[in-house]
C-alpha cells in the first residue's frame, strides 16, 4: 500500500515537474493556476483521507458488533458521531479551498 501511494506520488511531481517547464511562461502570467491547484489538491487529500477514515470506522465498527451484537446500540451511536466530525473535517477542507480560490491574492 505505501509503496503503490509512493509511486503515485513521484508520478504525480514527476509530471507536474514537466507541465512547469514547458508551460513556464504562461504560468507567470496567470497566478490563479496555482491557487486553483492549490485548492484542488487541499480537497482532493482531504476527501481521500476522510474516505480512508470513514472506512475504517465502519470496517471497524462491523467487526466490534460481530463480536459483542449486545452492544451494537453502542456501537451504532459511536460511529454515528464519529463518522460526523470526519465529514467535519472534510467540510473544513472544502471551506479552506474555497478561501484559497475566492479571498486569497
Do not use: C, N, W
Not at 507536474?16 to 487529500?45: E, F, Q, T, Y
Not at 451504532?76 to 484559497?100: D, F, N, P, Q, T
Amino acid at each position: 500500500m505505501k509503496k503503490t501511494l509512493m509511486s503515485l506520488a513521484v508520478l504525480a511531481m514527476a509530471g507536474a515537474a514537466h507541465a512547469a517547464d514547458a508551460a513556464a511562461p504562461a504560468a507567470a502570467a496567470d497566478s490563479s493556476s496555482g491557487k486553483m491547484m492549490a485548492a484542488a489538491l487541499a480537497i482532493a487529500i482531504a476527501a481521500f483521507g476522510g474516505a480512508l477514515g470513514q472506512g475504517m470506522a465502519a470496517a471497524k465498527a462491523m467487526e466490534g458488533i460481530a463480536r459483542q451484537p449486545e452492544a451494537g446500540d453502542t456501537i451504532r451511536g459511536s460511529l454515528i458521531l464519529s463518522l460526523a466530525l470526519i465529514e467535519s473535517l472534510v467540510i473544513y477542507a472544502l471551506v479552506v479551498a474555497m478561501i484559497i480560490l475566492f479571498v486569497a491574492k
